[in-house]
T-cell receptor, first 113, second 113 residues
Framework: RKEVEQDPGPFNVPEGATVAFNCTYSNSASQSFFWYRQDCRKEPKLLMSVYSSGNEDGRFTAQLNRASQYISLLIRDSKLSDSATYLCVVNSLLGSGNNRLAFGKGNQVVVIP | NAGVTQTPKFRVLKTGQSMTLLCAQDMNHEYMYWYRQDPGMGLRLIHYSVGEGTTAKGEVPDGYNVSRLKKQNFLLGLESAAPSQTSVYFC????????????FGPGTRLTVL
């Protein structure tokens, strides 16, 4: 099983609609969870961290389900500028007390006018 | 603040040639990372550094070497480039591990013929 799995899509979303997608992770010991956004041919940038209690930032809501080992991202009232790839990121043990971030392949979102 | 910068932005090499990619950050971050991103795959960690003078292997270290002689710089070397190393290379830095945001550079697009 891959460390982080995402359905690459694309997710074609009408402008103003809501879109949601999940990401599953394999390491039950993971403690840190993030969503990064990556625009075409650009670097990834942190969108939001995902906390156990869930968190919301404007039109974006992230949830964590530890029992089923998945995190989710919901985008409400989609804007054209939301078109991007959303990367699910989970920390993973490297050994020797070090950790690394494991990146999913990303969910590609295309907002259609 | 420039954040994380990478040079060069683009490069074309012939098989067997060598080159060095330079990453610089001005945020006084302890941790620095080199990733590669290939189509259909998530970001994969090549090497990382937890402080000046230290380096360690990530998931896909073969064919690459790194050095961290100064805290602000992290160099990635390809001693004998191979077509399989054609990729987009991202450098990132963070204040700490796990719960800390990683800041990415704009990437270097490398083609090995």
């Amino acid at each position: 099983r891959k460390e982080v799995e995402q359905d690459p899509g694309p997710f074609n979303v009408p402008e103003g609609a809501t879109v949601a997608f999940n990401c599953t992770y394999s390491n039950s010991a993971s403690q840190s969870f993030f969503w990064y956004r990556q625009d075409c041919r650009k670097e990834p940038k942190l969108l939001m961290s995902v906390y156990s209690s869930g968190n919301e930032d404007g039109r974006f809501t992230a949830q964590l389900n530890r029992a089923s080992q998945y995190i989710s991202l919901l985008i409400r009232d989609s804007k054209l500028s939301d078109s991007a790839t959303y990367l699910c990121v989970v920390n993973s043990l490297l050994g020797s007390g070090n950790n690394r971030l494991a990146f999913g392949k990303g969910n590609q979102v295309v907002v259609i006018p | 603040n420039a954040g994380v910068t990478q040079t060069p932005k683009f490069r074309v090499l012939k098989t067997g040639q060598s080159m060095t990619l330079l990453c610089a950050q001005d945020m006084n971050h302890e941790y620095m990372y080199w990733y590669r991103q290939d189509p259909g795959m998530g970001l994969r960690l090549i090497h990382y550094s937890v402080g000046e003078g230290t380096t360690a292997k990530g998931e896909v270290p073969d064919g690459y070497n790194v050095s961290r002689l100064k805290k602000q710089n992290f160099l990635l070397g390809l001693e004998s480039a191979a077509p399989s190393q054609t990729s987009v290379y991202f450098c990132a830095s963070s204040f700490g591990q796990d719960y800390n945001e990683q800041f990415f550079g704009p990437g270097t697009r490398l083609t090995v013929l």
